[in-house]
Structure formats: C-alpha cells, structure tokens
Nanobody, 124 residues
Framework: QVALVESGGGLVQTGGSLRLSCAVS????????LAWFRQAPGKEREFVAA????????TYADSVRDRFTISRDNATKTVDLQMHSLKPQDTAVYFC?????????????????WGQGTQVTVSS
C-alpha cells in the first residue's frame, strides 16, 4: 500500500556530508510518520530520526542530534536525511520507514512499511 525507495547513499570521508532521499508512493500519508533507521553489520536496526507528515514535527536519536536533519516535501512526497559531520560509527544501511498513527517513533515494530535500504560508508 505504501512503497518507499531510498537513494543517495555512498562513500564519504569522516567529517563529510551526504543527503539521503526517500521517495514515497501509494497511500496518502495524512496521519503518518516517516522515519530513518539504520543497521550496521551484526547490530540491531536502530532509530535515527522521524518526522510527522502533516505537521513536520521531528525527533532524533541522541547519536545524530545536531548533525542530521530530517525533512519532508509534501508536494513531491519525499523524505530527506541531510547528514553532516559523518563519523565511521554512522556506517550502516539506512532504511526509510512509514507508520500510521500511534506507536513509539523509535521502535521498529511501530512501522508498517520499509524501503530496501541504501548503504552509507564513512571512511576514517
């Protein structure tokens, strides 16, 4: 019902920047929240940032606050993650996700739809 496609991943040096984009199609997202999660090899998928589709309220994981910015464009139905001051610890596959009303923003189990992921590698 909702399809999410990430793009923009790649290789960047420590301290560099990348912008990830998630294209959203399908169901209208009037009561949805969109989020970015990431998963490094051998680790659990972890919350990065979320934004409500209508109001644009944002929340961030402590590990990325003040370095990453999540935004959405209602017209083009895209969700971006602007990443600055990247660290090797940020290396992971980044996933775009969507959830309906209710549930905690930071829990993977709250989200109904997931993209395929895009690789971000930060070299030291």
């Amino acid at each position: 019902q909702v399809a999410l496609v990430e793009s923009g991943g790649g290789l960047v040096q420590t301290g560099g920047s990348l912008r990830l984009s998630c294209a959203v199609s399908g169901r209208t997202l009037s009561r949805y929240a969109l989020a970015w999660f990431r998963q490094a090899p051998g680790k659990e998928r972890e919350f990065v940032a979320a934004i409500t589709w209508v109001g644009g309220a944002t929340t961030y994981a402590d590990s990325v606050r003040d370095r990453f910015t999540i935004s959405r464009d209602n017209a083009t139905k895209t969700v971006d993650l602007q990443m600055h001051s990247l660290k090797p610890q940020d290396t992971a596959v980044y996933f775009c996700a969507a959830k309906g009303y209710g549930g905690y923003y930071f829990r993977t189990s709250s989200y109904n739809y997931w993209g395929q992921g895009t690789q971000v590698t930060v070299s030291s």
